[in-house]
Each structure stands twice: as structure tokens, then as C-alpha cells.
């Protein structure tokens, strides 16, 4: 070749115009990585486009974890048959593991010459050049891209150097995009399920199923492979006094086998969690509880799952061994879908509650209409029938009568049991409306008179001192004017407010003036001892009236 010919060969307008090209394709690479939304696909058409602009054999993107291992290697180039005889994909050492965010860009001509240099594992690619620039996102540093083995055999030149760290930075703010659209995405996915897990609990699931759906949708949105649930052992204790954790729920692993395992809340990453309710990631989960199942954890996260005395427990996510670990963006997503689960659950057991006592109002209330109504009416035709039975001279007819007033009187009995079985009892022992039941059936049973009784409010909720006054005072009450009023009609009327107040009236005599009144006094001296009244007038229109308060 002459020198014309040479000076043919680089003339000035070729050089400007190879330049244009190379600019071109660098816009043309820019717009191309710029275009998507998804975090992977994106890492991959920077790689792409990095291996064409500089015509590279091959290429590969390095995202940074902590401490500056790799947590994902997106590579071009090699393909899949020899990257599984490779083996692992790297993770930041020898000449990767060079921190080129510090040092600037990385441009070899011979890599087994770097100092850093370690050899290639078995079955790689011969690779002798290398190009290594950062690529920042968000104010640090995402990741390193990777360029080897031009296809023309040259080394990697300034002008390669200067056109990739262009894409770099193109591609910090691409891969800014995709991240935060990822984790927008994210964060829609985990509001869907926080709403179908208090869609479940409104429709009226049990606690159980809403669990079993709180840890299949945590596992599935952090792609994990394990997922439990601890709840404690020692339910109704303190905080501070459990021990133990008992697994309740567990996906993954064979719940059979595993559920009623028991986690010590010492020494545990689990108990660490229930005792501060710190959300924590850990490298590594070792849960001795898997052994014997063949399961071993990797990665994990923990995270408390409610804080109160009826819900407190813990929410435990894993991965398989060797699998990426979990980054911090999805440790607070797990941790606040686990806190409106709680939120969701102790909403929904509030609601089951006021469900069980509005079914127990609606007890009381058919157990004291059947009482003021059904009762009163069947007592009126027993009297009625005793009435009819005195002017009978048949004896056959009378003894039949007599029969009827028996099984009139076996259907009291029953209904009042019915009504006693209705009466909310949450204590377990014999509420005070029961007891003043019996009391006044006692003695009014075989009485001549209509009786009449009333009683209202939340009887139940009276202290059990005064509720023990208060039975001994319509024991006292009833019994007087059973026995001295001569009276036809008797009436009790018993309610429940900010006072307990039973008012006893009689259309009698009245009280004799030789009646012993040591009971009426004892009336008066309990009504002293609680901070109430007892007072005992005539009523209107003959009888006596007998009125005792206490202050509930």
C-alpha cells in the first residue's frame, strides 16, 4: 500500500463519520434500554446493547448486594449447555471482586496479568481483554458492567471506554425507572392481598383459614419456598412470661409434619422477634424444627404478627439454601402486610365478639319475654284450673284436673330450664338472674297468688357480693308476703342500670304489727353494707311495697 493509499484510508470525513455511527448506536442503545419497565428484561438490553457498541463476544451485568457480592449475574455470550458445566455464576471475586467505583473504569489488555486474577473455573471461554465500568442508580452504586473479547481480536480502546460509560449512564437512570416500577408493582401485589385477606375475615372465615391465607400469600409474593406461622403456646400469659412458640400454620414444608412444633422464644431469631417486634433478615435460618424432614432454610425474614394479648405471634418467610437473600425494600413490605393482618384478624375478632354478644342479648331477651309472657300466662290458667278444681264434686273430673295442673306445672319447670339454659353464663357459675329464678319459684310454686315478675338489664354484671344481698333480699321480701300478706296478687320487678333496684309489691294486709321484723331490719343493714336504701311503705292501694337499691 502507498502513502497516498493510506492517506486515502483516514481521511478526515471517515473518521467524523465512523464517530457519527458510533454516537448513533449509542443513542440507538439509550432509547432501547430506556424503553422497558421490567427490572430484568432492562439488565438485559444493557448488556445487549453494550456487547454490540463495542462489538464484544461477551457480556455481563453485576448487581451489587451487600458487603459488595453480586446478587444477580446477567450475562450474554455464553450459552446455556456450557454455563451448566461452568457451574455457579460468579459472585465478586478475583478480578470481578475489583471495586471499579473507587479505582474508575477497568481496561485490560491481559486479565491473567491483574493481580486479583484467579484463573477461569473449568469449561469457561477463553477470555483475555476486559472492559469494567460501574453503572450508579440512585445516587449509588447498582451494579458492573462487564465487556470481554472484542470479535476483531483488538484490544478494548479509549473510544470503547468513553461509549460504554455513556450506556452506563443511561442505564443507571433506565434501571432507576425499572426499579421503582418494579417496586410499585410490589406494593400493589401486597395491597391486593392484605384486602383479600380482610375480605376473607369479613365474609366470616375463622382465624385458622385467614392464617393459612396470610402465610400462602406472603410466600408467594416474596417468592418464597417456606413459609410458617408461631403463635405461642401459653396464650393467656403475659408477654414476658411465654416461653414457647408453637407453629400453627406452615406452607412448604408439609404442614402435617410440622404444625404443634415447638420454637423456644430464647435463643431463636423467631422469639427475638415475638419479644421486640423488630423485623429481622437473616443469611441463614436455622430451624432445628425441620430436621428429620429433609428441609434445610437459606435466606429468611421474621416479622411480628400482631402485638396484642389475643393475637401475638410471628411471621416467618425462607428460601432454599444458595438462593438470593432478601433485600430491605421487601423485608418492610413483608413486615406492614403482616401488621395489617393483625390489624385485619384483631378487627375481625373484635366483630365476632360483639356478633356472640348481640346472639347473647338476643337470648336474654327471648328468655325474659318467655318468662314475663309464656310463664306469666301458664301460671294464670294453673290458678285458673285450682280455681275451677275446688267447685268440682265429681272426684273422677277433679283427678283429672289435678293431672292436668301436674303436667301444667312439669311445663313451667321446663320452660324455666329453658329459659335458665338461655341466659348468657360466661363465668360458668349460676348467674344472679337464674338464682332469684329459683329463689322466688321456691316459694311462690304452691302459693295462692298471681305472681308476676319483671326483670331488665345486664343482671349478670352485678358483683357478686351485692348479687349475694340482693338474692337474700327477695328471699326475705317474697317470703313475707307470701306468708303474712294475704295478698292475690303479688309483683317483682328486678332491673339492672346505673343501680341494682328490686321493688317487691303485694295488694295484702300489709304487715301485722306483731310480725317479727328482724328480716325486714336485715333488709335494711344489707342495703347499709353496699352504700344502698331499703325502704317499706304501703302501696298504693292496699298492700305493702318493699324497695331495696344498690349502686352497681
Given at each position: 500500500m502507498t502513502v497516498d493509499d493510506r492517506q486515502q484510508a483516514v481521511r478526515p470525513e471517515q473518521i467524523v463519520g465512523g464517530y457519527r455511527e458510533r454516537m448513533d448506536a449509542l443513542v440507538r442503545a439509550v432509547l432501547a434500554v430506556s424503553s422497558g419497565l421490567a427490572l430484568d428484561a432492562t439488565l438485559r438490553q444493557i448488556v445487549e446493547a453494550a456487547v454490540d457498541l463495542v462489538d464484544a463476544r461477551y457480556g455481563a451485568l453485576a448487581v451489587l448486594g451487600d458487603a459488595g457480592a453480586f446478587e444477580q449475574f446477567?450475562?450474554?455470550?455464553?450459552?446455556?449447555?456450557?454455563?451448566?458445566?461452568?457451574?455457579?455464576?460468579?459472585?465478586?471475586?478475583?478480578?470481578?471482586?475489583?471495586?471499579?467505583?473507587?479505582?474508575?473504569?477497568?481496561?485490560?489488555?491481559?486479565?491473567?496479568?491483574?493481580?486479583?486474577?484467579?484463573?477461569?473455573?473449568?469449561h469457561h471461554p477463553p477470555m483475555r481483554t476486559l472492559l469494567a465500568v460501574p453503572i450508579l442508580a440512585r445516587g449509588a452504586v447498582f451494579g458492573r458492567l462487564y465487556l470481554s473479547e472484542k470479535t476483531d481480536g483488538r484490544d478494548f480502546t479509549m473510544d470503547d471506554e468513553v461509549i460504554v460509560r455513556g450506556l452506563a449512564a443511561a442505564a443507571g437512570s433506565a434501571v432507576d425507572n425499572a426499579y421503582l416500577y418494579e417496586q410499585g408493582q410490589r406494593r400493589e401485589r401486597w395491597l391486593e392481598a392484605t384486602g383479600e385477606v380482610t375480605t376473607e375475615l369479613l365474609a366470616g372465615s375463622d382465624t385458622q383459614n385467614a392464617l393459612q391465607l396470610i402465610a400462602s400469600r406472603a410466600q408467594e409474593l416474596t417468592a418464597s419456598d417456606y413459609t410458617l406461622i408461631a403463635l405461642p403456646r401459653q396464650r393467656e400469659a403475659a408477654p414476658w412470661e411465654i416461653t414457647e412458640l408453637a407453629v400453627v400454620v406452615c406452607i412448604g414444608m408439609g404442614g402435617d409434619s410440622i404444625t404443634g412444633r415447638v420454637i423456644p422464644v430464647a435463643g431463636s431469631t423467631t422469639g427475638a422477634v415475638f419479644t421486640d417486634h423488630v423485623p429481622r433478615s437473616v443469611d441463614r435460618f436455622a430451624f432445628y424444627l425441620a430436621r428429620g424432614l429433609g428441609v434445610q432454610f437459606g435466606p429468611a425474614m421474621a416479622m411480628s404478627l400482631g402485638t396484642g394479648k389475643s393475637l401475638a405471634g410471628v411471621l416467618v418467610t425462607a428460601r432454599a439454601p444458595g438462593s438470593p437473600p432478601y433485600d430491605q425494600h421487601a423485608l418492610k413490605l413483608v413486615a406492614t402486610f403482616?401488621?395489617?393482618?393483625?390489624?385485619?384478624?384483631?378487627?375481625?375478632?373484635?366483630?365476632?365478639?360483639?356478633?356472640?354478644?348481640?346472639?347473647?342479648?338476643?337470648?336474654?331477651?327471648?328468655?325474659?319475654?318467655?318468662?314475663?309472657?309464656?310463664?306469666?300466662?301458664?301460671?294464670?290458667?294453673?290458678?285458673?284450673?285450682?280455681?275451677?278444681?275446688?267447685?268440682?264434686?265429681?272426684?273422677?273430673?277433679?283427678?283429672?284436673?289435678?293431672?292436668?295442673?301436674?303436667?301444667?306445672q312439669q311445663i313451667i319447670i321446663d320452660i324455666r330450664s329453658a329459659i335458665y339454659d338461655l341466659s348468657p353464663d360466661p363465668a360458668g357459675a349460676a348467674p344472679l338472674r337464674a338464682s332469684l329464678h329459683t329463689v322466688m319459684t321456691e316459694l311462690t310454686a304452691d302459693a295462692p297468688l298471681s305472681t308476676t315478675v319483671r326483670m331488665s338489664g345486664q343482671l349478670d354484671r352485678v358483683p357478686p357480693q351485692i348479687a349475694r344481698h340482693a338474692e337474700a333480699v327477695v328471699r326475705e321480701a317474697v317470703s313475707n308476703a307470701v306468708r303474712h300478706a294475704r295478698a292475690a296478687e303479688l309483683v317483682i320487678t328486678i332491673t339492672v342500670g346505673d343501680d341494682l333496684v328490686i321493688d317487691v309489691r303485694d295488694d295484702g294486709v300489709g304487715i301485722p304489727d306483731t310480725v317479727t321484723r328482724s328480716g325486714l331490719n336485715n333488709m335494711q343493714v344489707r342495703a347499709q353494707q353496699v352504700g344502698g336504701t331499703c325502704t317499706i311503705t304501703r302501696a298504693d292501694g292496699g298492700g305493702t311495697r318493699v324497695t331495696w337499691t344498690a349502686p352497681v
Open positions: 446477567v450475562h450474554v455470550g455464553v450459552d446455556d449447555p456450557t454455563g451448566e458445566r461452568i457451574g455457579p455464576l460468579p459472585t465478586g471475586h478475583g478480578v470481578l471482586g475489583v471495586p471499579i467505583e473507587e479505582l474508575g473504569p477497568l481496561r485490560l489488555s491481559d486479565l491473567a496479568q491483574h493481580a486479583a486474577s484467579g484463573g477461569f473455573p473449568p403482616a401488621d395489617h393482618a393483625a390489624l385485619a384478624l384483631r378487627d375481625a375478632e373484635n366483630e365476632w365478639a360483639k356478633r356472640e354478644l348481640r346472639v347473647l342479648a338476643d337470648r336474654d331477651r327471648i328468655a325474659r319475654d318467655m318468662h314475663d309472657q309464656v310463664l306469666q300466662q301458664l301460671y294464670g290458667i294453673g290458678m285458673a284450673m285450682q280455681s275451677t278444681q275446688q267447685r268440682i264434686q265429681a272426684p273422677e273430673v277433679a283427678a283429672r284436673i289435678t293431672d292436668h295442673m301436674n303436667q301444667l
